[in-house]
């Protein structure tokens, strides 16, 4: 195999590594005001993916400077094309960084509310505008023979972008939903499973249509493609398998559902790495964008010897910090989370810090201005 | 005009980012020596300090880590032209950062923040070192990047693009060596002023005195060998500099004609363009700048008219001649203020050796305002460094006035410009509040979350 295929493959491992890592961190983004209805448990639903969110973010920096290594017109043109689009989800991208930080160190309610909405609306935001831009990739941007980008920026928001964008959202809210699910006990575990039964319904009809539309955009017939099939089949199953015990089977499923999507885009998108709408002599393909030989090879030597690092020590973390999380200290010692195995319930105790409460009676600081 | 934009747009969000990336490499060498000084004398105040200070890094991390994300997302959008010329070699060490320095950064930062209570207390240790470790490689590969920017090595055009084909050559370019070591001393400076203004601020407010002044001790420890071998760095990589780009340091000199020997222009009024080329006063010393960017007592320099007439020849008609006014004060805000921490660092070390550090009230007020002048030298530095560059993105290769996005408009960078700008305004504010909250609140409440957290150590705690 060509060493350009490869970087195109190690780009795509990149891209889905990430959406399945922080895939979750956006769904927990989005969700955390609405499954946590009170101060306390909505400080549980961020500090779930609070040791991870910045390692897994890595994932999308590395996946563009990989670009930029090795295929600096895909880079150049595609960031150049996408631009204002690319400084709205940089706005996101800052705003969601900073509120982990930042909500819990004042008191006040107005305080934490502000960085709850900053919090939800970037990660709302981002997996929209990546999708739209991944989208765009695929189903062809106005683009000239020195591969300039000749639109705007209403010319981005093709209806198979928006399409893609919405998808990826849905996917994000599922796999957050599975996430909390299996990360958190009591009441907020009980929000969360029901959150996702709803989500999921909606996300399995929206995947279905993506994938109808996908194989329209790639000419591919009616005749869908393994990695659709397999896409579906684990959406349905995290839908299906947030009705039940197994949070770890249902967390893995959505994992799955989200890798098959984002790997889909790449496996339509090869050997072209941006389609030109304007003539298919502009397409931007693995060979005309990529570096040459040798930094090809100094980067393959690099990626061997540092990404099975990078896994060993990201995987290690997941593992130090595998329980679930509650803001009781009484009960939670006990439970490791296993994959698949339901957890012991363990509600009573649990809900100690009264997350059963309504938004009404949430005690004063607990900031109800974010929920909705 | 997009092409200026572009230019302030990058200029704008490269210091911004500056300005928090040496608090973050400097505090958190800092705070893995107090961790470390925990570790081994068992003493929990070492432990309260370690948390104190931590929580600063992590407020100033925050900000550091997203605005570094629009520097990786600018050259594609802003400078494709760039971007396309030279991915083959920039494009590498950017990768090489990410896979090596980013995911050990913000892993470990994760482990350390929320394994208090869950890690061994020697596993834990490591982890803010492995911080640190992140911190450092970062500067390094992006100075590797950068320093290819000022000093082209290792590659060959290939098709009128630039593409690596020694990739050990980018890591002992000698811009490289010498910059890294500056801006690695830069930042060890920059935290070490840091916490000794947060420490001199409590002493003089007769505050924990015991703690901050344990603190001073350590910030001085770093900051009294670093200024001193910064100085001799600084001046090392000056003269690296007049090697590879001398219209760069003639620029910093204001030296229009060639001399031999040179003086040194210690202030001057006037004779920044080339209308003007003398300055209508000057104090002069006399021989110290061939000594500073030759090394010898009466070595020569070319003057800017000279190079002018030279480039003029190699590369065509331009102008070569970066914005002498930028290039000279940047050069002297670093060079004077440098000198005046090495006084402050001095002045304290000989109060901390007749043991008077914690007494002296105008010596803490000094301490405390002298917090500012780190950020201004870091960013007179950078102004000298990539204004003195121009008219060049990569020295003697592609020119800045060539390199940005062709059909970007600049209406698309204005509304970008105006946007990061108002967004990099908010978190200013909110960073500056908190970090000066959270440096002023004292350990009593530091001490009394601590508390609150060992009880709740059975879960994991809510750091967040």
Known sequence: MELHTIWFIVIAFFWVGFFVLEGFDFGVGMLHALVGRTESSRRVAVNTIGPWWDGNEVWLIVAGAAMFAAFPGWYATMFSALYLALVLLLVALMARGVSFEYRGKRESARWRGAWSWALTIGSLLIPLLIGVGLGDLLNGLPINQHHDYTGSFVDLLTGYGLMTGVTLVMLCLLHGATFLALRTTGHLRDRARAAGRRIGVVAVLINLAWVVWTLVVIGGGTVPQPTQIFGMIAVIFAAALTNTDHDGWAFFASAFAIAAALGQIFISLYPNVMVSSTSAANNLTVNNAASSHYPLVVMTVVAVILVPVVLAYQGWSFRVFRRRVTASPASADTQPVSLGAAAVATDAPAAGVSSSAGPTTAGGSSGSSTSG | ?464
């Open chain 2, 1 to 464: 005009m997009a092409n200026d934009l572009a230019r302030w747009q990058f200029a704008t969000t490269s210091i911004y980012h500056f300005l928090f990336v040496p608090v973050t490499i400097g505090l958190a060498f800092l705070v893995a020596i107090l961790q470390t000084a925990w570790y081994r004398t068992d003493n929990p105040d070492y432990k309260r300090m370690t948390r104190f200070f931590g929580t600063l890094l992590l407020i100033n991390v925050a900000v550091g880590v997203v605005t570094g994300l629009v520097q990786e997302f600018e050259f594609g959008m802003n400078w494709s032209v760039y971007s396309r010329y030279v991915g083959g070699v920039f494009g590498a060490p950017l990768a090489m950062e990410g896979l090596a320095a980013f995911f050990l950064e913000s892993t470990f930062l994760g482990l350390w923040l929320f394994g208090w209570d869950r890690l061994p207390k020697r596993v834990h240790l490591a982890t803010i070192w492995a911080v640190s470790i992140g911190t450092m490689l970062s500067a390094m590969f992006i100075l590797i990047a950068n320093s290819w920017m000022q000093h082209p090595v290792g590659y060959k055009l290939v098709h009128g693009k630039a593409e690596l084909n020694n990739v050990w050559a980018l890591f002992i370019n000698p811009t490289f060596l010498w910059g890294y070591a500056h801006v690695i001393l830069a930042s060890l400076i920059t935290g070490a002023l840091v916490m000794l203004a947060v420490s001199a601020w409590y002493l003089r407010n007769q505050r924990h005195v015991e703690s901050f002044q344990r603190t001073a001790k350590v910030a001085l420890v770093v900051l009294i060998p670093a200024i001193v071998i910064q100085l001799s760095v600084g001046n090392k990589l000056g003269q690296v500099e007049s090697k590879y780009q001398p219209a760069k340091i003639a620029a910093a000199e204001a030296q229009w004609n060639s001399c031999k020997p040179c003086s040194f222009s210690a202030l001057q009024v006037g004779g920044f363009n080339p209308q003007h080329e003398n300055p209508t006063k000057v104090i002069p010393i006399p021989h110290l700048l061939s000594v500073l960017a030759t090394g010898t007592w009466s070595g020569p320099v070319t003057g800017l008219n000279q190079l002018q007439a030279q480039y003029r020849k190699k590369y065509g008609p331009g102008n070569y001649i970066p914005n002498v006014e930028i290039q000279y004060w940047s050069m002297r805000v670093m060079a004077y203020l440098g000198s005046l921490v090495l006084l402050l660092a001095l002045w304290a070390g000989w109060l901390l050796y007749r043991r008077k550090l914690a007494r002296s009230r105008v010596f803490l007020a000094v301490a405390v305002w002298a917090v500012i002048t780190p950020f201004l030298m870091n960013t007179a530095g950078w102004l000298l460094t990539e204004s003195g560059r121009q008219p060049w993105i990569v020295q003697g290769l592609q020119k800045t006035v060539h390199a940005n996005s062709p059909l970007v408009t600049a209406t698309d960078i204005w509304i970008s410009l105006i946007g990061l700008i108002v967004v990099y305004m908010v978190l200013a504010a909110v960073d500056l509040g908190l970090m000066l909250r959270y440096s002023r609140r004292g350990l009593a409440q530091a001490d009394a979350e601590a508390a609150e957290r060992s009880e709740t150590s059975a879960a994991p705690a809510l750091t967040y």
